[in-house]
Every structure is written in structure tokens, then in C-alpha cells.
């Protein structure tokens, strides 16, 4: 008995993936439960419209956080500001009562506004707009297209890739007229096209059995998740290069894929966390999908006012790719005989001293 | 053609994995690797693949288009066929349609494997599957081709198979290294390179091996001196290197195991564990 616990304490300090998870894992969660899990929202980005704006502004409680006062502005003005993620709440003064348009796909957000607006009775005329009855599945819908894409992208795809390794069959490929860049993209095609596919499906059944509506562009969303895609898959072939079997390459996977569903929006609102805790979220790819995602589907926002998103994005993807691929190519060409074109036998002489 | 390394020193961290190690494998000839765990088999063989890269010394190898190599694992992607693994490997190398189609039926001919053809190579019994490993290293008939340990754990029945299959492409003008821990096999080979603690300990054809052998071996039961003995069956071998054997020994002649064990002992006599 004693043996075989001082045998298992012995592996598992030669375990460091497993201490790792044994360690940073509760302190994970108590970070991200103690400053994260908070459905309140303290404030809210408001605009006010209309002749009155002015002084529409000046009485607003401190929980509405006024960043737009435009008394030029119409009503219309007012959901392109709403439509554009710019505030959660929207005043157009000039008539009574005053109306407040709601932004819906910003849900907890929203469920604190209609809460507070209710108090002020018939003098304001709330309209919920992109999700007037505030269905959680409206808003999660969207995410979760996001979280599939990151659980194929990484734990499949890292799998797959691990597989090769424990196999053997990574050093046969590596003495093969095959570029490590062809072996990369061969291997994570598969995965690409079966997560657009899954993507697809779960779209539409989103839209088919909880009425998620749809009322971007299809080209704009298509583009958003496909850049996603490719920082998911860079993660998981990154993922594989650490490790050494699946189960290393599922735990590596399982600690980068809990802060995105987290931290990134998906469940507690980034606007309610504190603000250390947040800008984790910020670092995280499914932060921007699911901007882009339920932007695009619930309020129809454009790509030009989602263009950040789209940016990091592609710098996330370039990066991430970048990375997964030079060390790949060190898996895969140690010995710096990668060229698959030269027909001559090949002399290599190592250098004297390295 | 010859390849082969050169002078071809290997380190991982502090540990030498090749030392100084020249190796020649002329086109048609066979040379076996052989030597104990951590003796530099596989290190010499993935050099000459271009997986190690050399501290010093060179490497004479085809570019990778004519480089067939087993390794040492089980060289075929378990979830898919014995036809799909041929089709894969040759597919990377080029062929396709019909020339891929003939190539694979006379590899699976050959190789015992034409009614296994639809099986998965998980569904093989370890034989099985290292002839599938072979027939894919050699599908686009390489100029080099290098196997680890082919036949390790394979019964012997298919061991020879395998050796069958290994002499055809050596017959065919192919240079062929292999690494085994079968001496039996290595005897077999036109040219035979012991490696020992990442030193060439001897090389050359096995009767060269033998006629280049000095020093005794006698057979008993109370070895002299045990640092130079060592147990061979029911008895004890020891190894008088410099000094004749004591006068009534029964003096033995010594297979490649006997001459392995021997030198290793003199090297390591030579060069004392610090």
C-alpha cells in the first residue's frame, strides 16, 4: 500500500501537464468564478437622441453611462447606433413617453435595462429590439456555434495530429518527399470542412427549432468563422506539438478551452467582470466569434462594424498559424533535409562544431 | 552508388549517440546494425533518413523521393487498409492509376498479404503488419532503404518472409540497412557493423568478422576471472583477449554472439566507467 503510493506521487511529480491541471485548475476557476460569474450589470452604455437629448441625459440615473448625446439624431440613427454594438440603450426624446430602444442580443444587459426602465412607468416606452422576448437561446445559440468550432479545432484536431506521434507513423511522414506545411494542411483540411459542416448543421437547427433569426450576411458570417477556424485548428496543431499522447493533448486542450467558454461573453457578460479577469477574456478568439456571431445573426450588423473582430482575428490566425507550423516543421524536419524536389543523392556534412 | 555516413558523430545533450562512426551500404548489399539497447542503431539509421542531424561527420543519402524507411514502430496507419496504406504511401511518391494498381498487387503478392488486402492493418497480426510496413517503405522502389529492427517481435515464420522480402530488394540493385537484435539475421548479411556504445566495435562480412577476431574463448563452469565471463546456455563463455587460456580449458569457437560479447568486454575493459 505504501509502495504503491509513493509510486504514484513519484509519477505524478514526473507529471507536469497532470500537476499543472491539479494546480492552476482550481485557482482557474476560483479567479474566474470569484471575479467572472456575475450576471449583474453595474452600468450600461447609453445614447440619447431627439430634440431634447440634452436634458434627457442630465436626468438619466448613474446606471445608464451616456457615451452619445445627438439631439440632431432621429430614431433611426439611434438602432444604427444599437445595430453597431456602440451602446446597449438607446433614448429618442421629442415624444411621449420617451422611447428607449433595447439592444436584445446583449441579454443580461438588456434584462437590467427593461428591469430598471420598468421602474420609471408609462413615461418611458421601452422596445426590446434583435430579441424582444430575451430568449437565452437567441443569444446562446450563436456562441455555441463558436464553442463547437473551438472543441473540434482543438481537442479533434490536436487528437489526430498526437496520433501520428504515438503511432510511429509522424517519422514516416517526416522521411517523405511531403512538406511539413502539405502534412499541416493535409491533416487539419479534414477537420476544417467537417467543422464548417458542423457549423452548417448547428446553425440552422439554431434556426429551425429556437426561431434564432439570421439577419446579417451569410458571406459576412461564413468569413468570421472561417478566420475562427484557422486560430481553433493553429491551437490544436500547436497543442499537438507539446504533447505527446491524446491524453497529454486533452488536458492541454481542456486548459485553454475552459477560460473561453468563461471568459469569452458566451455565459457571464465581459461588461460585468472585473476588469483583470476581462482582459483575459479579450486575449481569447471565442471573444471576437461570438461578437461577430451574434452581431451578424440577432442585430444583422455589418462587416464594416464588426471589423475589429475581424482583425484580431486574422492576427490571432496568422500568429497562432505561424507558431503551429515552424514547430511542426521542427517535428517533422530535425534534420534540415525538407527539400522533396532535389533528384541528386544528398551529402549533407555537418558543420565542425554547433 | 555507396551511402552511408561518415565520421558521423551524434549527441543528445551529454551523451554521445554515434561516435566516429563510418558505415558504408553499397546498392545491392545488405549490412546489418546490430548492438545492444542504447548501441546507436537507431541513431545511425535516422541519420542516414535525415531525422538526426550530425554534430560532425557526413552523410551520403538519396534525396527523400528514393529513400524507402520502416521504422521502428509499426510503419502503417492502423484505421486503414492494407490496400489503403499502399495507395497512401504510393500516392506520396507519385503513383496512381494503373502503374500504383500493378505496383500493389505485386507488393501484396510478395509480401503474403493479396487475401489480407481489405483488412485494416489494426485487424493484422504483428508480422502481418511489419510485411505491410515493408511493402510500403519500398512501393516506390527506393535506391536506400532503411529498416528498424524489421523483425522484432514478429514470429518466425514471417521473420522469413521478411527476410525474403529484404533479400529480393537487395537483389534488385537496392543498399539496404537494417538495425535487428536477431544474430541469426545478422549473420546473414553480406556486411555486419556492431555497434557499442555508439562505436563501431567491428564491421565487415561475418567470416571477416570471425577471421578478424584475436583472443580465446573457453566454455566452463567456474569462470577465472567473471569480469570477462559471461553465461551461454547450461555454461559460462570467458574471453582471454592478451593472455592464452589456462592450460586444460575447453577452448571454443565463437559464434557472433560470443564476438560481440567479447569485444564489448574489451572495450569496456579499455575504457573504464569513470
Known sequence: MGAMIIKEFRELGRDRRTLAMLIVMPLLLLVIFGYAANFNVSTVKAAVVGPQAEQLAAQLPSFFDVTVTEPSSTQSDAEALLQDNKVDVAFVSGQTPTRALVDGSNLFAAQSIVSALNKAGESVQTQVLYNPELKTSWVMVPAIIGLILTFIGVIITSIGLVRERETGTLEQLAVMPIKPSTVILGKITPYFLLASLDMLIVTLLGIMLFGVPFNGSPFAFALGAGIFLFVVLGLGVLISTVSHTAGQAIQTALLLLLPQILLSGMIFPLDAMAAGVRWIGYLLPLTYFVVISQGILLRGASLASLWYAYVILTVMAVVVFTGATLRFRRDLAPGGRAEADSTEPVAAEAASAR | ?274
Open chain 2, 1 to 274: 552508388m555507396t551511402f552511408g555516413v561518415r565520421s558521423a558523430t551524434a549527441r543528445f545533450g551529454d551523451t554521445v549517440a554515434l561516435d566516429n562512426v563510418t558505415v558504408d551500404v553499397p546498392s545491392g548489399m545488405v549490412v546489418a546494425v546490430v548492438g545492444g539497447d542504447g548501441a546507436g542503431k537507431s541513431t545511425l539509421l535516422r541519420a542516414l533518413t535525415g531525422e538526426v542531424p550530425l554534430d560532425t561527420g557526413a552523410v551520403q543519402a538519396p534525396p527523400k523521393q528514393d529513400l524507402g524507411y520502416l521504422p521502428a514502430s509499426s510503419g502503417s496507419w492502423a484505421a486503414l487498409s492494407v490496400t489503403q496504406n499502399i495507395d497512401f504511401v504510393g500516392g506520396i511518391y507519385g503513383l496512381k492509376g494503373e502503374a500504383l494498381a500493378v505496383r500493389r498487387a505485386e507488393l501484396l503478392e510478395r509480401a503474403k498479404l493479396t487475401g489480407a488486402a481489405d483488412r485494416l492493418a489494426s485487424q493484422l497480426s504483428g508480422g502481418m503488419r511489419r510485411k505491410l510496413g515493408f511493402s510500403m517503405a519500398i512501393v516506390h522502389e527506393p535506391s536506400l532503404l532503411v529498416l528498424d529492427e524489421p523483425s522484432t517481435g514478429v514470429d518466425p515464420v514471417s521473420r522469413i518472409d521478411l527476410w525474403r522480402l529484404v533479400s529480393e530488394a537487395a537483389a534488385t540493385g537496392t543498399a539496404v540497412i537494417m538495425s535487428t537484435t536477431y544474430l541469426d539475421e545478422a549473420e546473414r548479411a553480406a556486411h555486419l557493423v556492431v555497434l557499442d556504445g555508439g562505436r563501431v566495435l567491428v564491421q565487415g562480412s561475418y567470416d571477416e568478422v570471425r577471421a578478424g577476431f584475436t583472443g580465446a574463448i573457453t566454455r566452463s563452469d567456474q569462470p577465472v576471472r567473471a569480469e570477462w565471463s559471461w553465461r551461454r546456455g547450461r555454461d559460462r563463455r570467458e574471453y582471454w583477449p592478451d593472455t592464452d587460456p589456462p592450460p586444460g580449458a575447453t577452448i571454443v569457437q565463437p559464434d557472433l554472439e560470443d564476438i560481440i560479447i567479447a569485444l564489448s568486454l574489451r572495450r569496456r575493459a579499455a575504457r573504464p566507467l569513470s
